[in-house]
């Protein structure tokens, strides 16, 4: 079945470090990928994606591109901030079967430091 | 326009007992997808319901049930409490996804329940 493996965390990092989280998929078919966040005590929110092959996502500075050929999909930022701390999901949707069901990584938590 | 709403937000239960979660879609929305988070266990998907329809379930037992409703709104029951039940259940609703697969999930805020 479909599935997808994240980096261990928690991921500790000073303010403006560097960040990457690994991601990579197991899918059958041509998946749509997803970075969510999920802020303390919150639900989930998108926060990228991409539809299909070398498609970059992007928002808040955040970027992810969807590399079919490692099958994979890193979520990176250049400088990261202590608003930035939260857990992190990477997930995949695909009509495999006609399932349709997202699935989800395990989640990576962040923890920025000032 | 209102996002994805989940009723109540803190439960307290006893083993053995019977629980009523609800969420309300975005309007729009058909399908309505349901997952357990529980600690250090990422998401597990539980249930899938699409124009009132049960479309798919995940790995649970037969305890963890749900429905929709002719206005999309959905309710995840679950019999017979026990202590392992104890999670953050998570609500999310889309569009169809056999529409196109850029039909991406938007999440309520989950409702946290303790079994004691």
């Known amino acids: 079945g479909d599935s997808v493996t994240q980096m261990e965390g928690p991921v500790t990092l000073s303010e403006e470090a560097f960040l990457t989280i690994n991601c990579t998929y197991t899918?059958?078919?041509?998946?749509?990928l997803f970075w969510y966040v999920q802020y303390p005590g919150e639900g989930l929110q998108l926060l990228l994606k991409?539809?299909?092959?070398?498609d970059k996502g992007s928002n808040k500075g955040f970027e992810a591109t969807y590399r079919k050929e490692t099958t994979s999909f890193h979520l990176e930022k250049g400088s990261v901030q202590v608003s930035d701390s939260a857990v992190y999901f990477c997930?995949?949707?695909?009509?495999?079967?006609?399932?349709?069901?997202?699935?989800f990584g395990r989640g990576t938590s962040l923890i920025v430091h000032p | 326009e209102a996002g994805v709403t989940q009723s109540p937000t803190h439960l307290i239960k006893t083993r053995g007992q019977q629980v009523t979660l609800r969420c309300s879609p975005i309007?729009?929305?058909?399908?309505v997808y349901w997952y357990q988070q529980a600690l250090g266990l990422g998401l597990q998907f539980l249930l899938w319901?699409?124009?009132?329809?049960?479309?798919n379930r995940g790995n649970f037992p037969p305890r963890f049930s749900g429905r929709q409703f002719p206005n999309y709104s959905s309710e995840l029951n679950v019999n017979a409490l026990e202590l392992e039940d104890s999670a953050l259940y998570l609500c999310?609703?889309?569009?169809?996804?056999?529409?196109?697969?850029?039909?991406?999930?938007?999440f309520g805020q989950g409702t946290r329940l303790t079994v004691v």
């Open positions: 997930a995949l949707t695909t009509s495999s079967g006609g399932s349709y069901i997202p699935t």
């Open positions: 319901y699409d124009e009132g329809e049960e479309r």
């Open positions: 899918a059958t078919g041509y998946p749509s």
């Open positions: 309007s729009g929305h058909t399908s």
């Open positions: 999310a609703s889309s569009l169809y996804p056999g529409q196109g697969l850029n039909t991406e999930a938007f």
């Open positions: 991409a539809t299909k092959a070398d």
